[in-house]
């Protein structure tokens, strides 16, 4: 079974400063995908980035950006610039090939202004 | 482009009814998933479709079920409703299986 551990239930950051994220997790895959999804007081869940495990670069959309350590089967993420928008559950997942997401127990970031 | 689709957003049922929840996918995209969400378990994996056929099913008693129909849209059924099956019903999409749009949801209430 596929294992996501999110150790930091609650994050609280000031408005425009950085806040980081932690997740690790449990494969003997070789391939497979990383996500990291929001989800608001509108409980939409909204994908904020990817990363494909063959690739070394770590991902980056705008203000959010991933340190994928394979070896270590970390998968962090950063909110650079955070905005009282970004305040919601960030929840980490994986994805291998059995075609089902497997979620960390969910991190709460509040953004203060 | 419209985005995933469930319906209804919010239900009550009585313990021992059944319930028929339904999402409709993002044009194009085959692969639907569903997952249920509650404070004490968190997110967990149901079922996936793709092009009628179910790929992968969680560990959830029988009384959940679900299937696709030819035009990718989605039910799911939960039957002999009991108090713990109280959650937030989330579908989801994919074209390719690897980055899946999520709906809002579907707040089902047992009393």
């Known amino acids: 079974a596929q294992t996501v551990t999110q150790s930091q239930p609650e994050m609280s950051v000031q408005e425009a400063e950085t806040v980081t994220l932690s997740c690790t997790y449990d494969t003997s895959e070789s391939n497979y995908y990383l996500f990291w999804y929001k989800q608001p007081p509108s409980r939409q869940m909204i994908l904020v980035i990817r990363q494909e495990a063959y690739k070394q670069q770590n991902a980056t959309e705008n203000r959010f950006s991933v340190n994928f350590q394979k070896a270590a089967k970390s998968f962090s993420l950063k909110i650079s610039d955070s905005q009282l928008g970004d305040t919601a559950m960030y929840f980490c997942?994986?994805?291998?090939?059995?075609?089902?997401?497997?979620f960390g127990a969910g991190t709460t970031v509040t953004v203060r202004a | 482009k419209a985005g995933v689709t469930q319906t209804p957003r919010y239900l009550i049922k009585t313990r021992g009814q059944q319930v028929t929840l339904s999402c409709s996918p993002i044009?194009?995209?085959?692969?639907v998933s569903w997952y249920q969400q509650t404070p004490g378990q968190g997110l967990q994996f149901l079922f996936e479709y793709f092009s009628e056929t179910q790929r992968n099913k969680g560990n959830f008693p029988g009384r959940f079920s679900g299937r696709q129909f030819s035009n990718s849209r989605s039910e799911m059924n939960v039957s002999t409703l009991e108090l713990g099956d109280s959650a937030l019903y989330l579908c989801?999409?994919?074209?390719?299986?690897?980055?899946?749009?999520f709906g809002s949801g579907t707040r089902l209430t047992v009393v």
């Open positions: 044009s194009g995209h085959r692969s």
């Open positions: 989801a999409s994919s074209k390719d299986s690897y980055g899946y749009t």
């Open positions: 997942a994986s994805f291998l090939r059995d075609y089902k997401l497997s």
